[in-house]
């Protein structure tokens, strides 16, 4: 109701307005005019005002009649010149337009008509809306006063009503302007509750498409380090385990053809393994070293694998009462241990190496231990595998230890306390 056709500068796009400034500001726009009666309110004014044409040209003084109908007549060119654009454009009405100089335009030609014919003041059905949906009720009541009480005055003043009968319809006429007043301050302050409300529905809107994205980016960003995470523990130790193989059948074929051979058939077999990571990934399995065993028995043929590779020996030991994990516990603890013999392949040099998997009171341990090389753990690492390690434990609520010094061999340890061990 109070839209008013002076709208304050634009919002910086970087401060957000509080719920309802746009409307406090007098920003006139198709979302937030409330009095918006949409595309029959315009033809409506015209037929209403074409009649207080005809009523002019019917009725009062017959010398005032033409005037009054051309008066009447100069309202509809006043309301589509400088009423319209308000509800249309939303844009400013500079100087003498704004809100005040509108309500004068509509009373320079309103005024004297129904001064000359009482009969018009009718028009006020048309006017009043236009008032309270363009300059809002501060402006709209005291216009339509004028309208109102100026020809009762005017009557009185000239001796042509007896002034009891002016002081009734003044007294009528304001009981309706005060009401009107009162009326259009409470239908104002719905119409800003509204606004107020469909501004947090924006923003809730457009706060739960920006989660829904910010969601999405997360979602993506964590698979993505799912994928790598799996690669490296997967596919890339794989082919690190087939190019240190195809390296040592280079140097075997002519001196230790035996030994060729059997590296040849580990390296098959690692081929055949890691296409089956690679399929497994891809139709998001198991993994595939415990899909058709189970951990225990995985953790024994990856090490005795290892060992046949590398000519040392590796055990695996497996001590306490086996208990049924989940699959990520068994994903995590075959990774883990995974992990851990390839970097002793890569970097250990070791003569011996030990799987151990303890089920104990509370919870679940797997230590992978060598006699190799060691180095100093207080120095940053430039790999991804002690850090893929440590994040597969914190993902399942697991500790994992690292103890290493040079020469003194590694040892990493992952435990996992009951309650999260527990299917």
């Not at 009062?60 to 009054?68: L, Q, S, V």
């Not at 109102?148 to 001796?159: I, M, N, Q, R, T």
């Not at 002081?167 to 119409?191: D, P």
């Not at 075997?252 to 060729?260: C, F, L, R």
Request: glycine fraction near 8%; aromatic fraction near 6%; include cysteine.
């Amino acid at each position: 109701m109070s839209v008013m056709a002076n709208r304050a500068p634009e919002t910086d796009e970087d401060t957000a307005p509080e719920p309802g400034a746009r409307l406090r500001e007098g920003r006139a726009s198709a979302e937030w005019h409330a009095w918006d009666l949409g595309r029959w309110w315009h033809p409506t004014f015209v037929v209403i005002m074409v009649g207080m044409i005809v009523l002019a040209l019917l009725t009062g003084p017959e010398r005032w009649r033409w005037p009054t109908a051309a008066l009447m007549a100069s309202v509809i060119a006043i309301y589509f010149v400088f009423a319209r654009p308000v509800f249309t454009r939303d844009r400013d009405l500079p100087g003498w337009r704004r809100p005040l100089g509108l309500v004068l335009l509509f009373l320079l030609p309103t005024l004297p008509a129904v001064i000359l014919n009482p009969a018009l003041t009718i028009a006020l059905v048309a006017i009043a809306p236009v008032f309270f949906m363009t300059v809002g009720g501060a402006y709209a009541v005291p216009g339509l006063a004028v309208l109102l009480l100026s020809p009762a005055v005017l009557e009185g003043l000239l001796g042509e009503r007896e002034l009891q009968a002016v002081g009734v319809t003044l007294l009528i006429n304001g009981a309706i302007l005060v009401y009107a007043l009162w009326f259009s301050g409470w239908v104002e302050r719905i119409i800003l509750q509204s606004a107020e409300r469909f501004e947090l529905i924006e923003e809730l809107r457009r706060t739960r498409e920006e989660a829904a994205r910010l969601s999405e980016e997360a979602g993506a960003m964590s698979e993505r380090e799912r994928l790598a995470r799996e690669l490296h523990d997967t596919l890339a130790q794989g082919f690190t385990s087939i190019i240190t193989l195809t390296q040592a059948v280079e140097s075997e074929m002519d001196e230790d053809p035996a030994t060729a051979r059997r590296h040849l058939a580990l390296m098959r077999e690692t081929a055949a393994e890691n296409l089956a990571e690679a399929r497994a990934m891809v139709a998001a399995r198991r993994a595939v070293p415990v899909e058709g065993d189970d951990l225990d028995g995985a953790l024994t043929r990856i090490s005795e694998r290892l060992g046949r590779e590398l000519g040392i020996r590796v055990s695996a030991t497996i001590t306490g009462t086996a208990e049924a994990l989940s699959s990520d516990l068994q994903v995590c603890l075959l990774r883990t241990a995974q992990e851990a013999l390839a970097n002793v392949r890569k970097h250990a040099g070791a003569d011996h190496a030990d799987v151990a998997l303890a089920y104990t009171d509370v919870g679940v341990s797997l230590t992978v231990s060598d006699d190799g090389r060691g180095f100093d753990t207080s120095l940053r690492s430039d790999g991804n595998g002690l850090s893929n390690m440590r994040h597969r434990a914190e993902a399942v609520g697991g500790v994992l230890d690292l103890e290493s010094a040079p020469g003194g061999g590694t040892t990493v340890r992952l435990s996992i306390p009951h309650d999260d061990a527990d299917e």
